[in-house]
């Protein structure tokens, strides 16, 4: 069995945490934030700071059972999905969703899914170093230098890093300094986001199994997302530009209640200036496209997630991808015996291709949406109506697949690209 060091103790991190914990390893976790059981740690990810919530798929859920982790305890984290809503003109257009693998997506709250990860791994005796920053990483000898919150530097050695530490991955910016040939790409995306909180969701006449979606409408200026989580509350992340009016740095008051009682006028007018006095109050976060050429180097280290993959949540799949990740390294672990050259080499053979596919879809829908056209809506309404018309030989809704499967990002795209025949031909005849 082997010591296994993990940089970043967040979703992927904790989940392949647990994954090799159970399987007789021993896995040590640094995570530059506080204790998420610990109700008063001071450094705990900020719950406003981030989308506290995101949508698990069916892929995802599946990753997560299969680690052991009860059904259970995992929907008390969020609500079950059942459809989706799309405000245009000032209403709502309702599509409900078909179940296919026997499973639903959830309206996750991140915090508590978080803890529930925590709570497991604790259970699985699996040691973490809450608090420490990772300053440095060998990738030769196989050490990782990090500092504790009182200024102390100490090395970690281990069988193998895994660099589970987000977008901007210490354990990644090691792999471009240190190894030949790596080829890395970075991007941003004009539009950033920022998530905004109000209680009571059916009060608000928000049903907590759809998910709804703002800014159809738009032409392009901004894209919104709301969703229930289990406390009752309700999410909305607002994706803007950061410039022009509005935007991400717009601080005028009376220009942010004009743009919220434009596009959420169903909220009473109290509900729309607590969202103003949120925006103005909270940081943004930006949407960022990461490829990396490979996300291995020998048997020394690995890259899961976002450090080797992420990119924009217009698909909704980044969480769920990284997940898979989780689940995807630890049964090729097994397949080879636990020998980590194949186990490495082949991971980035069969997640490479998925997340190029997956990243191609999203970057495609970011276009689409902060570029919309009438052409773009008719072609999907199109798609629907030639699929349940002829359900044998055209392809099936990419929102079904997406949302209530776990089938491959290659094949999805693949599914994509005939949609887009079809519809030529389509318009054609």
């Not at 719950?47 to 798929?57: D, L, P």
């Not at 069988?159 to 530490?165: H, K, M, V, Y």
């Not at 240190?178 to 970075?186: L, V």
């Not at 949609?419 to 389509?426: A, D, M, R, S």
Request: aromatic share 10%; hydrophobic share 40%; glycine share 8%.
């Amino acid at each position: 069995m082997h010591k296994i060091i993990i940089v970043g103790g967040g979703l992927a991190g904790s989940l392949s945490a647990i994954y090799l914990a159970q399987r007789g390893h021993d896995v040590h976790v640094v995570e530059k934030r506080g204790d998420p059981l610990q109700k008063a740690s001071a450094t705990a990810d900020p719950v406003n700071s981030r989308a506290i919530g995101v949508t698990m798929t069916v892929r995802g859920v599946k990753a997560v059972l299969a680690a052991g982790i009860d059904r259970q305890e995992l929907e008390r984290c969020g609500e079950r999905i059942l459809g989706m809503a799309f405000s245009v003109g000032g209403k709502f257009k309702v599509r409900e969703l078909s179940l296919r693998e026997g499973l639903f997506p959830l309206s996750l709250d991140r915090s508590a899914f978080q803890r529930l990860l925590n709570t497991y791994a604790a259970r699985h005796e699996v040691k973490y170093y809450f608090e420490h920053k990772c300053l440095d990483v060998d990738l030769e000898r196989k050490v990782v230098l990090i500092q504790g919150p009182d200024g102390a530097v100490q090395q970690l050695h281990g069988d193998l890093i895994i660099g589970a530490d987000g977008a901007h991955s210490a354990v990644r910016r090691a792999m471009q300094s240190g190894m030949r040939r790596f080829e890395f790409k970075q991007s941003f995306f004009r539009h950033g986001y920022k998530t905004l909180v109000l209680p009571n969701a059916e009060g608000l006449g928000f049903r907590k199994d759809l998910l709804y979606f703002f800014g159809m409408d738009s032409k392009g200026q901004f894209a919104g997302r709301a969703a229930t989580i289990p406390n009752g509350s309700i999410s909305f992340v607002i994706c803007l530009p950061y410039s022009g009016t509005p935007s991400l740095n717009t601080l005028n008051r009376e220009t942010m209640a004009a743009f919220f009682d434009r596009y959420y006028d169903k909220l009473p007018a109290a509900s729309r200036q607590e969202m103003v006095n949120q925006f103005i109050a909270l940081p943004s976060n930006d949407l960022i496209n990461v490829r990396s050429s490979t996300f291995h180097y020998k048997d020394h280290v690995l890259l899961i997630g976002d450090a080797a993959h992420a990119t924009a949540p217009f698909l909704g799949q980044g969480m769920n991808m990284a997940l898979e990740d989780s689940y995807i390294f630890a049964t090729l672990l097994e397949k080879h015996g636990n020998a980590l050259a194949p186990t490495l080499a082949e991971f980035t053979q069969q997640r490479k291709v998925q997340a190029d596919a997956m990243q191609d879809m999203a970057i495609a829908n970011y276009e689409a949406l902060s570029n919309p056209s009438l052409i773009f809506f008719l072609q999907t309404r199109y798609n629907r109506f030639m699929h349940q018309k002829f359900p044998r030989i055209y392809p099936p809704d990419m929102a079904d697949k997406l949302f209530f499967t776990s089938i491959p990002y290659d094949e999805l795209q693949q599914i994509q690209k005939k949609q887009n025949v079809w519809y030529k031909l389509g318009r054609v005849n």
